[in-house]
């Protein structure tokens, strides 16, 4: 699978939206973008995922750009609950396996 | 609560020793996989099982193997244990092994193992 480059760490303000960005520039036609989070002492819990198009769901939105080089995590209104490790992850369609790399740390600040 | 099961939560043993690792998936779901976070290898993807038969293999080490039985849940052995096998191992589950749109793995608590 492609690599991804990540922010080791970000901060965002409570109640305010929060993008977090993520490099993927060796990214193949195959390549689904996943997101997941890790809040602390829990397992990772799935975010998002999408290959050409923007998606939109309950806990965020993932905008890819157009060249698919990189993408962006959005959460609209973050809240403390968000403070978690932030995982960006490519996933060949033909891949059974989901491979995390470092992460972003999200401190949430009230 | 992701509806995955993990046991034990903690285990404390000591350098050569065996442990097993034990996960109950999703009700329904027949694949498994199972994970290991240290804190200086970060998630590692060890694993996966579906309904009995191994799909894809990680960065396993030849001391740790791991099952999926009839009933769909699984353990992992680990064995001659040593102190950097100190780590928090998870167990995620899907419905089927992620292929084309599919990207949903539910994870459990984990189980920590410490290794003295």
């Known amino acids: 699978d492609a690599k991804t480059t990540q922010p080791n760490s970000m901060e965002s303000n409570e109640e305010e939206p929060v993008h977090l960005p993520c490099n993927h520039s060796?990214?193949?036609?195959?390549?689904?973008i996943h997101w997941y989070r890790q809040l602390p002492s829990q397992g990772p819990e799935y975010v998002i995922h999408?290959?050409?198009s923007n998606v939109n769901n309950r806990m965020a939105s993932l905008a890819i750009a157009e060249d698919r080089k990189s993408s962006t995590l959005i959460l609209h209104r973050a809240t403390l609950r968000d403070a978690a490790v932030y995982y960006c992850?490519?996933?060949?369609?033909?891949?059974?396996?989901?491979?995390f790399g470092a992460g972003t740390r999200l401190t949430v600040k009230p | 609560d992701s509806g995955v099961t993990q046991t034990p939560k903690h285990l404390i043993t000591a350098t050569g020793q065996r442990v097993t690792l034990r996960c109950s998936p999703r009700?329904?779901?027949?694949?498994v996989y199972w994970y290991q976070q240290s804190l200086d290898q970060g998630l590692q993807f060890l694993i996966q099982?579906?309904?009995?038969?191994?799909?894809a293999k990680g960065n396993i080490l030849e001391r740790f193997s791991a099952q999926q039985f009839p009933d769909l849940h699984s353990e992992l052995n680990l064995s001659s244990l040593e102190l950097g096998d100190s780590a928090l191992y998870f167990c995620?589950?899907?419905?089927?092994?992620?292929?084309?749109?599919?990207?949903?793995?539910?994870f459990g608590e984990g189980s920590r193992l410490t290794v003295l």
């Open positions: 060796t990214i193949s036609g195959t390549d689904y």
């Open positions: 009700s329904g779901d027949l694949s």
């Open positions: 995620a589950s899907s419905v089927a092994p992620l292929t084309g749109n599919t990207g949903e793995l539910f």
């Open positions: 992850i490519l996933r060949d369609w033909q891949n059974n396996d989901m491979r």
């Open positions: 999408g290959l050409t």
């Open positions: 099982y579906y309904n009995g038969e191994e799909r």
